[in-house]
């Protein structure tokens, strides 16, 4: 049982954060912003991967000029990722995304701050706060000997009281190290201090597979603990890479649900059919689906009938025959070449228990 953090709820366009609201998936797209059109498809194509919210970041004069087309383009809520300049963050504000991220310590004087404060509040958007290693401030990597955790939270909370002083307060807070260590470190300090909705990640986590597993072991461990509203998966990867290893992590918990779950066996000895090449083959098939199904696909009868009996629908190898199990019955029995076939022509037909695929409620658009 998962106790989570109490914290604020702020909203991004039709998702909030924070409260008892879903946990949210987000990723960030890496094509040049003026590429408009291009954008746009990436933005759309990792919605349809399952990505709730999408960043985009604002480098230059002509990517900001860009938000205002990119926003027609889309209606998945959309963060605006900016360093330093001031006035991209009011042109993404006023071109309707629905986020910033912007850290207010470094965008110069009051002036730049209360305008930025001003814009967020008019348009109804959250204001995300974001420090990793390399934007910490000297003064507090002297303080604690290094861009350490307590340093890192520190500089997070001095770009807060900015807000709070001028009584802002719709914050959202990330502070990512590229070590799982660090990162749980930095948000449970961080979690004691707030109760603003955190963005967790684990910055430059590495490629598809140890990125993945360091995010899912750093992650893993703080969502499980209740801490963290939204997440991002950093990989040096295709975006479809980033949002399946956040899907990942948030079924592993059993935080949401989506598509498929699926069982299957390292394979052994005792092996009676390719585990490998059908596991493979049904989670390729099954990509995507909004059906929430679960499939074991077990190599011989020791612990086959075991698991398929808590699966929706299982597969286990035998003697001559292959199994094929619906809620733990055994419907039929095929050859190696017929299995998966037969596999998917029930998959095809299940109806699952549950209500298929719990989307998160959309809140009304009301700015
Ligand atoms: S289910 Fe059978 S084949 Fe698979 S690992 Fe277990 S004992 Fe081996």
Request: proline share 4%; aromatic share 4%; net charge neutral.
């Amino acid at each position: 049982m998962i106790n989570r953090r109490k914290s604020r709820t702020v909203r991004v366009g039709k998702i909030a954060l924070g409260g008892s609201y879903p946990i949210a998936v987000q990723t960030m797209v890496n094509t040049p912003p003026d590429q408009i059109e291009k954008t746009v498809g990436e933005i759309n194509r990792a919605a349809s991967l399952g990505a709730e919210i999408v960043r985009v970041a604002v480098p230059d004069k002509r990517a900001a000029e860009a938000l205002a087309d990119i926003r027609k383009g889309t209606d998945v809520p959309l963060v605006a990722d900016i360093h330093f300049n001031y006035k991209f963050a009011l042109m993404a504000a006023e071109a309707g995304f629905d986020k910033l991220r912007i850290n207010p310590g470094n965008i110069g004087g009051e002036e730049n701050v209360r305008a930025v404060i001003d814009k967020a509040g008019e348009k109804g958007i959250p204001i995300r706060i974001g420090v990793n290693h390399g934007s910490v401030e000297t003064d507090l990597v002297d303080k604690y000997g290094g861009p350490k955790p307590g340093a890192m939270v520190e500089s997070a909370l001095r770009h807060v009281e900015i807000l709070e002083k001028h009584d802002f307060k719709d914050i959202v807070i990330s502070i990512k190290a590229s070590s799982a260590m660090e990162t749980i470190e930095c948000y449970k300090i961080l979690a004691g201090k707030c109760d603003y909705p955190l963005h967790l990640g684990v910055t430059e986590a590495g490629t598809a597979f140890g990125g993945a597993i360091k995010t899912s072991v750093a992650l893993g461990h703080l969502l499980y603990e209740g801490i963290g509203d939204t997440l991002r998966v950093s990989l040096s990867a295709d975006i479809e890479m980033e949002i399946k290893a956040a899907w990942g992590i948030l079924k592993a918990l059993e935080i949401r649900r989506r598509g498929l779950e699926l069982v299957s066996c390292p394979s052994c000895g005792r092996t009676e059919t390719n585990v490998y090449e059908l596991a493979e083959k049904v989670e390729k098939a099954l990509e995507g689906t909004k059906k929430d199904i679960k499939v074991a696909v077990m190599g011989c009868m020791v612990n086959g009938p075991g698991e398929a009996s808590g699966a929706d629908i299982g597969v286990i190898g035998g003697k001559a025959r292959i199994i094929l199990t619906r809620r733990g019955e055994v419907i039929g029995r095929y050859d190696e070449a017929e299995i998966f076939d037969a596999l998917m022509k029930e998959i095809e037909s299940f109806e699952p228990a549950k209500p298929a695929f719990i989307e998160r409620p959309d809140l009304p658009i009301s700015k």
